[in-house]
Nanobody, 127 residues
Framework: QAQLVESGGGLVQAGGSLRLSCAAS????????MGWFRQAPGKDREFVAA????????HYTDSVQGRFTIIRDNSKNTVFLQMNSLKPEDTAVYYC????????????????????WGQGTQVIVSS
C-alpha cells in the first residue's frame, strides 16, 4: 500500500523557518514527480512546489518563489520543503503528493494530476 507521511509542521514566528519532510513508501516514488500543496481554512487546496522525478526540475508558485525550496532524496524516498522567511499568509495545512504519471519531464501544478496524498501537517506563522 503506497503511503506518504508528512512531518515537520509547527508554530513559528514571521520571518522564521521550517523544514517539512514527506516519507514515501509502498511504491517506487523515485520514478514520479512529487509536489507540495497547502490549504488554508476556508480556501481551496493550492499548489506550492513540485520537483521532477530525478530532482532536476522544480517549479514554485509565485508567492513562495525565493523563499521555499523543494528537494528530494531518492535514496531515502523522502521529499523536503525548506521554508524560509515565513509569513502569516503561509499558514495552512501542507500536503505532500505523488504524481500519477511516471517520468513526467515537467512537474505539474494541478491537484488532479496527483493520485497519492499524505495526511497533511499544520504550519502556523504568527505575526
Amino acid at each position: 500500500q503506497a503511503q506518504l507521511v508528512e512531518s515537520g509542521g509547527g508554530l513559528v514566528q514571521a520571518g522564521g523557518s521550517l523544514r517539512l519532510s514527506c516519507a514515501a513508501s509502498g511504491r517506487t516514488f523515485s520514478d514520479y514527480a512529487m509536489g507540495w500543496f497547502r490549504q488554508a481554512p476556508g480556501k481551496d487546496r493550492e499548489f506550492v512546489a513540485a520537483i521532477g522525478w530525478s530532482g532536476g526540475t522544480t517549479h514554485y508558485t509565485d508567492s513562495v518563489q525565493g523563499r521555499f525550496t523543494i528537494i528530494r532524496d531518492n535514496s531515502k524516498n523522502t521529499v523536503f520543503l525548506q521554508m524560509n522567511s515565513l509569513k502569516p499568509e503561509d499558514t495552512a495545512v501542507y500536503y505532500c503528493a505523488a504524481d500519477s504519471h511516471q517520468y513526467r519531464r515537467n512537474p505539474v501544478t494541478t491537484t488532479s494530476e496527483y493520485n497519492y496524498w499524505g495526511q497533511g501537517t499544520q504550519v502556523i506563522v504568527s505575526s
